[in-house]
């Protein structure tokens, strides 16, 4: 393996630039995760593709906010600007959970340390740094601006707040994968542009006055939602909003986004196009160490531990699932990386001294995406859609699994690869979904054999979220059935290879539009199934998702329609408790609950012995069979 020098890494130090002979710097990154130099943590992203363009950059990593505040002023004033970011989650999902408890470790700090970032570090880097600094721009991203960039529901805090510039003093947010408009605001501010003046640059958002403000609600070019007072006022103004947001993030073509709050108005250009393959082969092979900072020698990193043998294929999901934001801050368009870039990464991960042999994932936001797009691209170009998959699979999909196939080959072929694994979450309706050409049906047979037989590190990751057809629907996940149907393919092919792997399924509980009485249903069905579910949680509302407006709104965005959310923690911890059900200490609780919704069917099913029969809604209706009030439902009896 190659020896690096401190000087490889990107100075976080004084001294570190007095080594390079530095006498100023041209941009000061500051993050809230600790500094590893890697293409999978976004601070080293945006700090080595500024210094591909010939930029001094500096990084300052987890500064403290609660002492003098030297680790600000440590650097100096930077020649451009300050960037910030919070760092690769929202901080509020890494500090607490989703009963609002605080959590005990923090997977991006140093041996896990917590503590070691505030609350909404966006807003407090912001406002110190333009304390200190009231001249120099600041410049935010990561996906704690990127999903806050407009009115949205913070759960911790239980409110509406305006977007993330309403509130922190910062001259430019930067949402989504920020490569390409962190390259042209460095290049125009390097022309001698002003910070004020770049108000135009795509995937950008600025707060300017009102009074520019277009006039009318909707052109070719704009949109003008309901401001964020109208949103504090009526629910149905922001899940209105959150529609339009939604489909221009997730539009080829987008519109420009405006919202008014107070006196002023948040500007939200179009994105980008998807980065081209050179473009995102570019940002991956960059001098990277792959290491974190020496600096925390001797200390383990637990996200770096994690992805330390693992090698990301490509970037965006098409998924559009209703409760997470990968889509929304990556883009619902696949960016795949050449076979080139990607053989040229795992060359670099089997000179590692500590490498076994063993990559632990070949993988992206969904594994099974690489390279995938739709067969006319003139159709995408006008679709609205946020998900390619649901309802349905879209028939203009291409979803050949032949080039991810000819990567897994060449990667295995490699000397000192002994197995290389699938790590991150498989998209199993794409491997049964049956289509036309059947040339793609015989790749995708083959892509589901061999990633059994031969990807597969005793346990495959797989998440249809719920049972229920119904909740699945509001989820954007296909039906249970299709798992079900997975699952018999994958014992099948675990049996014909003489192997012993588990599937490992994820579910929620207390999604929006989720009964108790379906996560009593969800636990029969398990049962039903052998699992005793490990990997499971509650429903965290997170910014920017439209399973969080629901939430917050209790209205479908996209339907009007009303729908009910569990909020109250006694119903978050009826719902909970049903994953549970084998555990002694839930049995009489369970009981009882069963007994008060009248459902003995299920009380026989987890706890008697009679023999299992599926209820018909969970074959094809949408709606659970009418029942008597007062009586057991007798058609599950």
Same mark, same amino acid.
């Given at each position: 393996?190659?020896?690096? *020098?401190?000087?490889?890494?990107? @100075? ?16 000061? $990154? ?32 987890? @500064? ?58 966006? !807003? ?44 922190? #003093? ?51 070019? =704009? ?37 008014? !709050?107070?006196? %002023? ?7 980008? #196009? @998807?980065?081209?393959?050179? /473009? ?14 020496? %600096? ?5 990193? #637990?996200?770096? /531990? ?18 997470? &934001? ?31 042999? +063993? ?13 995938? =797009? ?11 859609? @946020? ?10 999909? =291409? ?47 083959? +892509? ?21 057809? %119904? !909740? ?26 003489? $192997? ?20 009593? /249903? ?19 509302? &997170? ?7 629901? +939430? ?6 996209? &339907?009007?329609?009303? !729908?009910? &959310? ?29 007994? *008060? ?15 299992? %029969? ?24």
């Amino acid at each position: 393996m190659k020896e690096y *020098r401190l000087q490889d890494w990107l @100075p976080t130090t004084r001294k570190e630039l007095e080594m390079r002979g530095w006498d100023y710097v041209d941009v000061i $990154l500051f993050s809230g995760d600790a500094y590893v130099d890697h293409p999978s943590f976004g601070a080293a992203v945006i700090g080595r593709i500024l210094e591909a363009e010939g930029l001094r950059v500096a990084i300052v990593p987890q @500064p403290n906010w609660q002492d003098d505040l030297r680790d600000f002023k440590k650097l100096g004033t930077p020649r451009l600007f300050f960037g910030i970011s919070a760092g690769a989650m929202d901080s509020m999902v890494n500090h607490y959970t989703a009963n609002k408890r605080l959590r005990s470790d923090d997977a991006y700090t140093p041996n896990g340390r917590h503590g070691m970032r505030p609350d909404y570090p966006t !807003v407090v880097y912001s406002r110190i740094l333009k304390e200190l600094f009231p001249d120099t721009p600041v410049i935010i991203g990561g996906i704690e601006a990127s999903m806050r960039r407009l009115t949205h529901y913070d759960y911790w805090q239980d409110k509406l707040l305006p977007g993330i510039l309403a509130e922190c #003093p910062a001259d430019l947010l930067i949402y989504g994968m920020g490569e390409r408009p962190i390259v042209e605001i460095a290049r125009r501010l390097q022309q001698g542009e002003t910070i004020d003046r770049l108000t135009d640059i795509p995937q950008t958002a600025t707060i300017q006055p009102g009074a520019n403000t277009p006039s009318t609600v909707e052109d070719e070019h =704009n949109i003008v939602l309901a401001s964020h007072e109208e949103c504090l006022q009526h629910k149905r103004k922001q899940a209105e909003n959150f529609r339009h947001i939604e489909e221009e993030s997730n539009k080829y073509h987008a519109k420009r986004l405006w919202q008014r !709050v107070g006196e %002023r108005v948040i500007v939200v250009n179009p994105p980008y #196009p @998807p980065m081209t393959e050179a /473009e995102i082969d570019a940002s991956f092979d960059l001098p990277y160490t792959r290491m974190p900072h020496p %600096r925390y020698k001797g200390k383990t990193i #637990p996200a770096y /531990e994690m992805i330390k043998f693992s090698v990301n294929l490509h970037r965006g999901c098409f998924g559009g699932c209703a409760f997470c &934001t990968i889509s929304a801050h990556q883009g619902k368009f696949i960016a795949s990386r050449s076979k080139e870039s990607i053989l040229k990464e795992v060359k670099q991960i089997i000179a590692m001294p500590d490498f076994k042999g +063993y990559l632990s994932d070949l993988g992206g936001p969904s594994a099974n995406m690489y390279r995938m =797009n739709g067969q006319n691209l003139e159709l995408c170009h006008k679709c609205k859609r @946020p998900s390619c998959l649901a309802p349905q699979i879209c028939p203009n999909l =291409n979803a050949d699994h032949s080039d991810l196939l000819d990567i897994y080959h060449a990667v295995d072929a490699l000397p000192g690869i002994k197995k290389s694994f699938i790590g991150s979450g498989v998209r199993y309706d794409l491997l049964l979904h049956r289509h036309k050409d059947d040339a793609l049906n015989r790749s995708t047979r083959r +892509y589901t054999e061999e990633l059994i037989a031969r990807h597969v590190s005793g346990r495959l990751k797989v998440a249809p979220e719920h049972t229920s057809d %119904r !909740v699945l629907t509001i989820m954007r996940k296909p039906s249970f059935s299709l798992f079900e149907q997975f699952k018999r393919t994958f014992d099948r092919i675990d049996r014909e290879q003489g $192997l012993n792997q588990q599937i490992i399924p994820y579910f929620i509980s207390s999604h929006p539009g989720c009964t108790e009485e379906e996560m009593a /249903e969800l636990a029969a069905l398990t049962k039903h199934m052998n699992f005793k579910l490990e990997q499971v949680q509650d429903f965290t509302p &997170t910014p920017m998702t439209l399973s969080t407006e629901i +939430y917050y709104t209790g209205i479908h965005p996209y &339907t009007g329609e009303k !729908v009910y &959310t569990a909020r109250k923690p006694e119903e978050k911890l009826n719902q909970r408790k049903y994953f549970f059900w084998y555990l002694p200490e839930k049995r009489n609780d369970i009981q009882n609950s069963l007994r *008060r919704m009248h459902r003995n069917d299920l009380l026989e099913k987890l706890y008697g012995n009679t023999p299992w %029969r599926k209820p018909a809604h969970l074959v094809g209706e949408n709606k659970p069979p009418r029942r008597q009030k007062g009586k057991p439902n007798k058609n599950n009896l």
